[in-house]
């Protein structure tokens, strides 16, 4: 059984270019959530899509935005790359269905982003 | 003040040892708590779900959780150098987002 796939696994970008990052979820899965992890510091929540929708976010600008397909795989775009953007991006997910309560959460391998 | 602190370590301990990892947090809307664990270079790993407060164990895992003072633990009992990674707390209110902590370091020493 697949988990949650992630591409590419490493990118370089220039500032001021544009990323896109996909993911795979879990077979199972109907959500993804995004999480972006600097160098020594914890995932931190960026957005979540449910249902094809952006959910909930987090403390990210405008630069980031995402998208869900009918197949429940996503993607994480960044415009207007920053130096403070590298990072591992994360992808997560999990079943949320008609419950409420956290769910748990399946995490990819992540994305390792470099601006220069 | 962060809403969910963690010390970052490093953490060195022997082979055999008893490790206890910790985290406190602000946010009493928190219910839910989750230890991950994370190899470098990798995605985090789900070790530990808890609701509420309580105990809870797994294999060499217990995980702790004492809402009255915001404060979570996980404890490895015999510990193997194959535990060393780094350790994530994470919380959530409800079905959105996790919060986690800067994770702590631990390296078992063989």
């Known amino acids: 059984d697949a988990g949650v796939t992630q591409s590419p696994t490493h990118l370089i970008k220039t500032r001021g270019q544009q990323v896109t990052l996909r993911c795979s979820p879990k077979?199972?899965?109907?959500?993804v959530s995004w999480y972006q992890q600097a160098l020594g510091q914890g995932p931190q929540f960026i957005f979540q899509y449910y249902e094809e929708e952006e959910r909930q976010r987090g403390n990210f600008p405008d630069r980031f935005s995402g998208h869900q397909f009918p197949n429940y795989s996503s993607e994480l775009n960044v415009n207007a790359l920053l130096l403070g953007d590298s990072a591992l991006y994360l992808c997560?997910?999990?079943?949320?269905?008609?419950?409420?309560?956290?769910?748990?959460?399946?995490f990819g391998a992540g994305s390792r982003l470099t601006v220069l | 003040q962060k809403e969910v602190e963690q010390d970052p370590g490093p953490l060195s301990v022997p082979e055999g040892a008893i490790v206890s990892l910790n985290c406190t947090y602000s946010n009493s809307a928190f219910q839910y708590f989750m230890w991950y664990r994370q190899y470098s270079r990798k995605g985090p790993e789900l070790l530990m779900y808890?609701?509420?407060?309580g105990n809870k164990e797994d294999g060499r895992f217990t995980a702790q959780v004492d809402k009255s003072s915001k404060y979570i633990s996980l404890f490895i009992r015999d510990s193997q150098p194959s535990d060393s990674a780094t350790y994530l707390c994470a919380m959530a209110s409800g079905t959105y987002k996790y919060i986690f902590g800067t994770g702590t370091r631990l390296k078992v020493l063989a």
């Open positions: 997560a997910s999990s079943f949320r269905g008609p419950r409420s309560g956290a769910n748990v959460l399946t």
């Open positions: 808890t609701y509420s407060s």
């Open positions: 077979s199972g899965h109907d959500t």
